[in-house]
């Protein structure tokens, strides 16, 4: 079983930045995903990286903010979010699933992941 331990979330005023990382489990090669959820909301897709690093793949509304990098030694992806915006705060949950070629044709769907972490909160204030 993978187990997904995210850590970095917390509280910060709007404009500042937070780091949150996902280390995974297990030799396993995995493509990795963030999402998020706020109070009354569907969960959304934040952003996907592929095993290799190679792509990333961004939603629209953290485009130019946020930024997704892997570790492979270390089985750790990092989201880097920088200007940060009240409509950010959310529980972070950090998702993954055995590396695929299809990856990037599915990344956005929540259904596409087989692992999950427990999530981290992140607030920001305004």
């Known amino acids: 079983q993978v187990q997904l331990v995210e850590s970095g979330g917390g509280l910060v005023q709007a404009g500042g930045s937070l780091r949150l990382s996902c280390a995974a489990s297990?030799?396993?090669?995995?493509?990795m995903g963030w999402f998020r959820q706020a109070p009354g909301k569907e969960r959304e897709f934040v952003v996907a990286?592929?095993?290799?690093?190679?792509?990333?793949y961004s939603a629209d509304s953290v485009k130019g903010r946020f930024t997704l990098f892997r570790d492979n030694a270390k089985n750790t992806v990092y989201l880097q979010m920088n200007s940060l915006k009240p409509e950010d705060t959310a529980v972070y949950y950090c998702?993954?699933?055995?590396?695929?070629?299809?990856?990037?044709?599915?990344?956005?769907?929540?259904?596409?992941?087989?692992?999950w972490g427990q999530g981290t909160q992140v607030t920001v204030s305004s």
């Open positions: 998702a993954a699933t055995p590396y695929s070629t299809a990856f990037g044709t599915v990344a956005v769907r929540a259904q596409t992941y087989d692992y």
């Open positions: 297990g030799r396993t090669r995995y493509d």
């Open positions: 990286i592929t095993w290799s690093g190679g792509n990333v």
